[in-house]
């Protein structure tokens, strides 16, 4: 369970995030809002890249914004980015135990676990292709291969279906939902693509202009006046 109190980040004049509370218990919890909105600082805030005004957040209890950022890792907490971070000059496999390197595992039981979450994405028989040769679509995959190993306990995706076709994106749907059962995990998920979230996110939590603006089971978050407001306001100014 992650416990977000009143979180508030200002970048000079601009208040990303203005006072934002949620409390994300389901296995698998979207965060959703349009461009701006507030979603990947929110992460940034968790993960420890940037450092809240003020407020707190709890993990399973722990007051995670005292914890330095490689302290939150060590307590089981991985992110993907927008864009992937895979090396293209390190094969798959070792894209994945470069995620282990902290783990105090031996070697041969590392590099198990990692054989066995590139087996979960379905990318055991690409283990030892290089990072430069993968698609978009196998680089997303051991992106999140990255991310289960280790012992994680939450794993926020920003943005995972982010150029992927409707059929990969259902597949990677398919593979966050198994997540929680695989590992243990909760996962936090940021995506445009409103379809999979709820498909595949009990709780969603929606931000614009840094606030709140629903938070709750997400057919009613979808269903929510403000919400519906909010997206369309953002084709408008689009169009
Ligand atoms: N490091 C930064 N310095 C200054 N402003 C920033 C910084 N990071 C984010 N912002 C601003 O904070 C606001 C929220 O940005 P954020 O990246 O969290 O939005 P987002 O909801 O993830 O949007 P998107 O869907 O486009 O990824 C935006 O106005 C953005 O320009
Ligand atoms: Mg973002």
């Not at 508030?8 to 959703?32: D, H, K």
């Not at 498909?199 to 978050?221: K, N, S, W, Y």
Request: charged letters at 20%; one cysteine or more; hydrophobic letters at 45%.
């Amino acid at each position: 369970m992650i416990d977000i109190d009143a979180i508030t980040v200002r970048f000079g004049g601009l208040v990303a995030l203005n006072e934002v509370s949620a409390t994300l218990s389901a296995p698998v919890a979207g965060i959703i809002g349009p461009n701006g909105a507030g979603k990947t600082t929110l992460m940034n805030v968790v993960s420890g890249f940037i450092t809240a005004h003020s407020g707190r957040v709890m993990v399973e209890g722990q007051d995670f914004l005292a914890l330095a950022p490689h302290r939150r890792a060590q307590k089981g907490l991985r992110r993907s980015f927008q864009k992937e971070q895979i090396a293209d000059d390190l094969t798959v496999l070792e894209n994945v135990l470069v995620q282990t390197d902290w783990s105090l595992t031996g070697w041969s039981a590392k590099r198990a676990e990692a054989m066995d979450m590139l087996a979960v994405v379905g990318l055991a028989d690409r283990a030892d292709k290089i990072g430069g040769a993968l698609s978009g679509f196998e680089r997303r995959l051991t992106d999140v291969a990255r991310c289960m190993v280790g012992k994680p306990h939450l794993i926020m995706f920003d943005e995972p279906a982010g150029g992927l076709s409707v059929d990969e994106t259902r597949q990677l749907g398919d593979l966050i939902v198994q997540i929680h059962t695989l590992t243990g995990a909760q996962t936090v998920i940021i995506d445009h693509d409103v379809e999979l979230i709820s498909r595949i996110c009990a709780e969603t939590l929606v931000l614009d202009f840094g606030r709140r603006i629903a938070f709750g089971p997400t057919a009613d978050v979808l269903a929510d006046p403000r919400v519906k407001a909010a997206y369309l306001g953002t084709e408008e100014v689009a169009q």
